[in-house]
C-alpha cells in the first residue's frame, strides 16, 4: 500500500521558514517523480514542484521559484520542501505526490503565514 505522509507545516511570520517532510512507502520511492501541490483555502490544487527520481532535475511554478527548494533522500525514502521568504499567499495545505500525472497522494500539512 502506496503511503505518503506530510509533515513540517505550521504557523509562521511573513519573511519564516518551514521545511517539509513527505515520508514515503509501499513503492520504489528512487524510481517515481515527485511532486509537491498545495491548495489555499477556497481555491482548487495548485503544482507547486516536480522532482526526477534521482533529483538531479526539478521544476518549480513561478509563484514559489527561488524561495522554495524541492529534494529527496532516496535512501531515507523522503521528499523534502524547503521553504523561504514565506508570504501570507503562501498559506496553503500542502501535499506530496507520487507520478506524473499524480497517482497517490498524502493528507497533507497545514502551512499558515501571517503575522
Known amino acids: 500500500e502506496v503511503q505518503l505522509v506530510e509533515s513540517g507545516g505550521g504557523m509562521v511570520q511573513p519573511g519564516g521558514s518551514l521545511r517539509l517532510s513527505c515520508a514515503a512507502s509501499?513503492?520504489?520511492?528512487?524510481?517515481?517523480?515527485m511532486t509537491w501541490v498545495r491548495q489555499a483555502p477556497g481555491k482548487g490544487p495548485e503544482w507547486g514542484s516536480i522532482?526526477?527520481?534521482?533529483?538531479?532535475?526539478?521544476y518549480y511554478a513561478d509563484s514559489i521559484k527561488g524561495r522554495f527548494a524541492i529534494s529527496r533522500d532516496n535512501a531515507k525514502n523522503t521528499l523534502y520542501l524547503p521553504m523561504n521568504r514565506l508570504k501570507p499567499e503562501d498559506t496553503a495545505l500542502y501535499y506530496c505526490?507520487?507520478?506524473?500525472?499524480?497517482?497517490?497522494w498524502g493528507q497533507g500539512t497545514q502551512v499558515t503565514v501571517s503575522l
Open positions: 505526490g507520487r507520478g506524473r500525472p499524480l497517482l497517490d
Open positions: 509501499g513503492f520504489t520511492f528512487s524510481t517515481w517523480d
Open positions: 522532482i526526477g527520481p534521482s533529483g538531479d532535475i526539478a
